[in-house]
């Protein structure tokens, strides 16, 4: 089982309940999901990666009013849920483990992506590496009534496309300078360490470049 399909069907049988019964009068404010850091979020995690963040949990987001009403009560009545769940445990948090799950405002989540606002020049466009732009807009939202925490996610998938274009531009730039010249001279050099460094960064290049062409982000590497 994946990660996100873990999260979903816990929420389903521990959190939804969980907010019917205890947050019925504010149910119409709560946004849920699994979105952000980790491989969970985009669907690369499997046997491997369930070393670390491999556990029942999903995203509660609020606004910074909506925290200050009942934040807290929402962060205790979440630590209250079944550490156990289908099998799987929740952990102690490792070195590599991450605090990704459970109560955050909207803002706190999106503005370790992006700052204290949405970007609006292409200058603000292009200072965000498409990686933090990834991780925001990634995983599942499963309910948002109040609308909010969509609005903004929709914002960022919205990228300008002369600002897409440009990072294309780029990439097809630096993939002709490393694959079709540095490479081959630096091999007639016989210096293989610094042709290898040079096919590395193509493909790291072909590879964003590819995620342009389809208007996505590209993740980590």
């Given at each position: ?134 991780e925001a807009t990634n995983g599942q939202v499963f309910e948002d009534p109040l609308g909010e925490f969509t609005r903004i996610r ?68």
């Amino acid at each position: 089982m994946k990660g996100i399909e873990l999260a979903r069907a816990y929420y389903e049988a521990c959190g939804k309940p969980m907010l019917d019964r205890g947050f019925a009068d504010v149910r119409g404010r709560i946004a849920a999901g699994l979105c952000g850091h980790g491989s969970e979020c985009f669907g690369f995690d499997d046997e491997i990666s369930r070393d670390h963040d491999f556990e029942p949990g999903f995203c509660l987001w609020i606004t910074e009013e909506d925290d200050r009403a009942f934040g807290f009560r929402l962060f205790r009545a979440y630590g209250k849920l079944p550490r156990e769940f289908m099998g799987v445990t929740m952990r102690q948090k490792s070195l590599l483990g991450s605090e990704y799950k459970g109560v955050h405002t909207i803002r706190q989540f999106y503005s370790f992506y992006v700052g204290d606002r949405l970007p609006e020049t292409p200058g603000e466009w292009l200072q965000i590496p498409d990686f933090y732009l990834a991780e925001a807009t990634n995983g599942q939202v499963f309910e948002d009534p109040l609308g909010e925490f969509t609005r903004i996610r929709q914002a960022l998938l919205n990228r300008p496309q002369d600002v897409r274009l440009k990072k294309l531009g780029s990439c097809v730039f630096h993939m002709a300078q490393l694959g079709q010249y540095n490479y081959a001279r630096c091999m007639n050099h016989g210096e293989p360490a610094a042709a290898a460094v040079a096919l590395s960064d193509f493909c790291k290049n072909a590879a964003q470049a590819v995620f342009l062409l389809n208007n996505a982000y590209a993740p980590y590497y």
